[in-house]
C-alpha cells in the first residue's frame, strides 16, 4: 500500500527508551492529531519544512453519483500521522497549519510511540491490504508470528471468507485491519478483552 514518509536531511537516531524518561535531544516518534481531512496537507507541510514523518494510506474504490468509480489514497489512521523529532521539536510541529496536537499522556507531556511499531507499519503494510477498522474492545487476541508485522499483537475477526487481525495503535485510539493466513497466526490466552 502506498505511504506518504519523508526523511529530513538530518540523521535519525536509533534511541530505545529503557524508561520512560526520554531525554529532550533524542528523536521519537510521535503520534500528531490534525484538523479532520487535512493529513496531506499537514504532511506536505511537514516535508517543506524537512521535518520527517509518516503518514500511512490505503487504498479504496469509491462510487461517485454518476455512477463512476475513482481510486483514492486515504489515510490510514484519520485525522493521525506520525512525526519522528525531538521533545524540543514540538512547537515546529504545531506551528503547522492543521496540526492540532501532539498526542500526550499525563502531564501533557508528548508521549513517544515505540520505534518498533512504525518500523513494523512502514515495511509491512503494503504486503497485508490494511484498511481503518472500528476500535473493539472484546475478541479474541492473536499474534502473527511470521511475515510481514510478525511480532505484533491484535484481535481476530472475519470477513467474507478470510481472516483479518484488528491491530491497535493505543497511543491515539485508531485500529487498523489487515488481512492474514491463520498459519500466520498464534492465539494468546484466551481470556477475552475486558468489556464494560
Known amino acids: 500500500m502506498p505511504a506518504t514518509e519523508h526523511r529530513s536531511r538530518r540523521t535519525a537516531h536509533s534511541y530505545e527508551p529503557k524508561t520512560l524518561t526520554i531525554p529532550p535531544c533524542e528523536s521519537n516518534w510521535f503520534a500528531v492529531y490534525t484538523a479532520p481531512r487535512h493529513e496531506k496537507r499537514v504532511a506536505q507541510h511537514l516535508s517543506q519544512r ?8 490505503y487504498r479504496s474504490v469509491r462510487k461517485w453519483s454518476d455512477g463512476s468509480k475513482v481510486t483514492l489514497d486515504l489515510p490510514l489512521f484519520p485525522s493521525y500521522l506520525f512525526v519522528h523529532i525531538r ?5 515546529s510541529v504545531l506551528k503547522v497549519p492543521g496540526a492540532l496536537a501532539v498526542v500526550g499522556g499525563t502531564g501533557r507531556q508528548p508521549v513517544p510511540l515505540p520505534d518498533e511499531t512504525i518500523d513494523a507499519l512502514r515495511t509491512g503494510l503494503h504486503l497485508r491490504s490494511p484498511e481503518p477498522y472500528p476500535l473493539l ?9 511470521s ?18 487481525v484488528v491491530l491497535t495503535l493505543e497511543h491515539i485510539m485508531q485500529s487498523i485491519a489487515v488481512e492474514v493466513s491463520a498459519e500466520d497466526l498464534e492465539p494468546l490466552e484466551s481470556a477475552a478483552l475486558a468489556s464494560n
Open 50 to 57: 524537512e521535518i520527517e514523518f509518516y503518514l500511512p494510506l
Open 87 to 91: 521533545r524540543s521539536e514540538r512547537v
Open 137 to 145: 474492545t472484546v475478541g479474541k487476541r492473536a499474534r502473527i508470528c
Open 147 to 164: 511475515g510481514a508485522l510478525a511480532g505484533m499483537e491484535g484481535v481476530v475477526v472475519r470477513k467474507k471468507n478470510s481472516l483479518r
